[in-house]
Nanobody, 115 residues
């Protein structure tokens, strides 16, 4: 059974950095686009970034220049490098990927930015 599992969340001070990972497990023969979303307390889930199979990257305006999405196709894993973090980045971060021509979601990893 194919699954996505996020990791790397935690508590960081403002201005700090974190690197999130999203690993696909199970029998994966097609790893297409991957997305990161986030949901802050009391808010709707919002788009953060996308990376295509050809590594075309897109970002929400709120994270552009601070976050970098990447992928390792050999490991069926995606990453989100987050720099210059602010309290407004506090949220549960979810990855979404098209694997074997189906969409999968991870369960999320909590990122808290506080001093």
């Amino acid at each position: 059974q194919v699954q996505l599992v996020e990791s790397g969340g935690g508590l960081v001070q403002p201005g700090g950095s974190l690197r999130l990972s999203c690993a696909a497990s199970g029998s994966v023969f097609s790893f297409n686009a991957m997305y990161w979303y986030r949901q802050a307390p009391g808010k709707q889930r919002e788009y953060v970034a996308r990376i295509g199979p050809g590594e075309t990257r897109n970002y929400a305006d709120s994270v552009k220049g601070r976050f970098t999405i990447s992928r390792d196709n050999a490991k069926n894993t995606g990453y989100l490098q987050m720099n210059s973090l602010t309290p407004e980045d506090t949220a549960v971060y979810y990855c979404n990927a098209n694997l074997n021509y189906r969409d999968y979601w991870g369960k999320g990893t909590l990122v808290t930015i506080a001093s």
